[in-house]
């Protein structure tokens, strides 16, 4: 926990259950944190069209590969369809790199 926010929380602590509390945004920026990129599991389509990969791709990336771990760990099946974590997909974002060996 944020020094700011045990702060808040002991200054909060005190006041009425309908008393108003009001702050500048920077603080309430911190206290939220990032917004995050993907909300919930995903499937397999729509990770790949976050990815910008073909569905195909994104199913082998759950796979262990040449005995390295999966790119994208911790996938699962329910109803049909093969879900992803959205922090697997979160993970990829930042360092998506095309190389010459994966399909377009």
Do not use: C
């Not at 926990?1 to 509390?21: H, K």
């Not at 500048?24 to 990815?51: F, H, I, K, N, S």
């Not at 569905?55 to 759950?62: F, G």
Request: no cysteine; glycine share 8%; net charge positive.
């Amino acid at each position: 926990m944020t020094d700011t926010l045990r702060d808040l929380r002991r200054a909060v602590a005190f006041l009425p259950a309908g008393a108003t509390v009001s702050l500048p945004v920077g603080v309430l920026r911190q206290l939220l944190g990032p917004e995050p990129v993907v909300e919930g599991d995903l499937t397999a389509a729509a990770a790949a069209r976050l990815l910008h990969r073909p569905s195909s791709t994104v199913v082998t990336w759950t796979k262990s590969q040449n005995g390295k771990p999966p790119k994208l760990a911790g996938a699962y099946r329910r109803g049909g369809h093969l879900w992803i974590p959205a922090a697997a997909v979160e993970a990829l974002l930042p360092g998506q790199h095309r190389s010459d060996d994966e399909p377009r």
